[in-house]
């Protein structure tokens, strides 16, 4: 079992940044490849990024490569998501979940957390 708490949501504006994290329990954290998902108001749950168990291969969504980042630190069990250059359509509620491999569909994934608030003011 692997149990997520997102947290470093809130509000910014326009062009600000934020950083989430995502914290994990369990010693089997590095064997897991992690995933950043959101879900805006009214629309499907899309995927953001993810990380290899490693570190050393991330993918990204269209819409947020190059202003967002993904790492991870297993050494503390947290994955992390470095969200630069926010516009209003980022706004949504993240999740991140963890999963076998670097796949982007959300139902490969076997664990989630809770969610945290992201909103971007114009």
């Known amino acids: 079992q692997v149990q997520l708490v997102e947290s470093g949501g809130g509000l910014v504006q326009a062009g600000g940044s934020l950083r989430l994290s995502c914290a994990a329990s369990g010693r089997t954290f590095s064997s897991y490849a992690m995933g950043w998902f959101r879900q805006a108001p009214g629309k499907e749950r899309e995927f953001v990024a993810v990380i290899n168990w490693s570190g050393g291969e991330t993918y990204y969504a269209d819409s947020v490569k190059g202003r967002f980042t993904i790492s991870r630190d297993n050494a503390k069990n947290t994955v992390y998501l470095q969200m630069n250059s926010l516009i209003p359509e980022d706004t949504a509620v993240y999740y991140c979940?963890?999963?076998?491999?670097?796949?982007?569909?959300?139902?490969?994934?076997?664990?989630w957390g809770q969610g945290t608030q992201v909103t971007v003011s114009s």
């Open positions: 979940a963890a999963g076998p491999a670097v796949v982007v569909a959300g139902t490969e994934y076997d664990y």
